[in-house]
């Protein structure tokens, strides 16, 4: 049963105040007619508010406070605390409708993440993925975030789960303060930022959200939630403010940095229109693998990737100093080499490190 049902001062019943003017009428032995008589009102106007036909007006009121006694106010109240209680309980057969729909959704898990209260209640799960999302429906939810039903099935992702880490994106990033959206002042910074692969987390996030600030652009880090199997995202929260979101999913830099500058991509390559979401070893759209070049020029530069090729066999003191050489963490070396077959995916992995990323 629902909580509202339980506690409250609403009642199971909607009470009409109809109800009440029909007893005030029989405990007085007056009738209908009578009534209208001494009001100088039709009689049919009385019988539809017994009726629930008609409401009682402020000026309804102050008559039937005249010829009964019961204060204008109190008849006012009735009527509005009817009209309340009759849409609340509607409200509830709705929200009872959706109680299959809301187990759709990680809810435990966002629960554990505090972004929404913890509760066992199925239709308090409903009222406050409702107040999530902000929708009236949690139907509308596949109209709010399309992309996340369109792009999850590519992975057999869960597209409620999806949804809900993307909103989570949405409601931090309102949060961060930006400046108008300035590719030209994105473009200045990239160097900026990969010079950045080279620091700690607690040395480079902050002057790394600040820099995306600046140039228009929300940065967030959001948890991954089971079953969305994204590394990433980027949109458009208005037409001056982009929004990159990003989960630590593996928790390594180098897949962490070649996430961020696969967004940039997006940003700086394709229109605002779009919602871009990367899945790993996701099928490659011509925008996808775009955004993929982007990120792979922009932490190694093509020429510099040649000379790289040249060095083989690798070796720790090797991709060191060529990482030193030009200006990049050595894990996004050894990163790109496996993804390029070029060495084992079991080899160098102790220059790879694991990140904890807290919220900007």
Wanted: glycine share 4%.
């Amino acid at each position: 049963m629902d909580s509202d049902r339980l506690s409250g001062p609403w009642p199971d019943v909607a009470m009409a105040p109809g109800e009440m003017l029909a007893d005030e009428l029989e405990a007085r032995q007056m009738t209908q007619a009578e009534l209208a008589r001494r009001m100088d009102r039709p009689a049919q106007m009385i019988n539809e508010i017994i009726k629930e036909k008609k409401e009682i007006t402020p000026q309804t009121a102050l008559e039937l406070e005249r010829v009964l006694g019961t204060p204008a106010y109190v008849w006012l109240n009735l009527e509005r605390d009817y009209r309340y209680n009759k849409e609340r309980l509607t409200d509830l057969e709705r929200l009872e409708g959706q109680v299959q729909r809301a187990r759709e959704f990680p809810y435990a898990e966002m629960a554990r993440l505090e972004w929404v209260p913890a509760t066992r209640e199925p239709l308090e799960r409903v009222r406050e993925l409702l107040r999530y999302f902000a929708v009236t429906d949690l139907r509308l939810v596949t109209q709010t975030q399309r992309a996340a039903y369109r792009i999850s099935g590519r992975r057999e992702a869960s597209p409620e789960a999806l949804a809900a880490w993307l909103r989570k994106g949405e409601i931090e990033g309102e949060k961060v303060e930006t400046k108008s959206f300035d590719g030209a002042r994105l473009r200045e910074a990239l160097p900026r930022m990969r010079q950045m692969t080279q620091r700690r987390p607690e040395d480079f996030h902050t002057p790394l959200c600040a820099l995306f600030a600046d140039c228009g652009v929300a940065l967030v880090f959001v948890p991954h939630l089971p079953r969305t199997h994204a590394n990433g995202a980027v949109r458009w929260l208005n037409p001056s403010t982009a929004l990159v979101q990003l989960s630590v999913l593996r928790r390594y830099d180098d897949i962490f940095w070649f996430s961020l500058f696969h967004e940039l991509g997006h940003l700086l390559l394709h229109g605002k229109k779009e919602v871009f979401v990367e899945f790993p070893k996701a099928p490659q759209s011509e925008k996808e693998s775009e955004a993929d070049g982007f990120a792979s020029d922009t932490l190694i530069p093509r020429e510099e990737f040649r000379r790289l090729q040249m060095i083989a066999p690798y070796s720790k003191a090797k991709v060191l100093a060529f990482a030193h050489s030009v200006g990049i963490a050595p894990s996004i070396v050894v990163g790109r080499l496996q993804h390029a077959d070029l060495l084992p995916r079991t080899h160098l992995n102790a220059l790879r490190t694991k990140l904890e990323i807290s919220p900007c």
